[in-house]
């Protein structure tokens, strides 16, 4: 993936960027259960805590009682571990 800022339609992947990142959609939203990535330590933990974090956020405002309040502090635990993502991987976090 080149390394770029800019929404993801304006990132310049391949075929198998285009792939990983379906896949990484497909996981965040709860359709695939299985994930295997490959990098650094700091690399795999980063972009692990980011989809955590996505998926905990897409979790919560799927629930029915979620309340303004638990909709915010998951939207912010997203917003931080995107940033982190960024920092780390110099790419931002396309999801």
Do not use: C, D, Y
Not at 51 to 66: C, D, K, T
Not at 71 to 93: D, H, I, T, W, Y
């Amino acid at each position: 993936m080149e390394k770029t800022k800019g929404p993801i339609n304006e990132l310049h992947v391949g075929l198998l960027g285009k792939i990983f990142l379906a896949g990484v959609a497909a996981w965040i939203v709860g359709r695939v259960t299985n994930l295997k990535l490959r990098g650094s330590r700091e690399e795999i933990e980063t972009v692990a805590h980011a989809l955590v974090s996505s998926r905990r956020f897409q979790e919560e405002i799927s629930q029915p009682g979620a309340t303004v309040q638990s909709v915010m502090q998951r939207l912010g635990m997203k917003q931080m571990s995107a940033k982190e993502f960024e920092k780390v991987l110099n790419v931002p976090f396309p999801f």
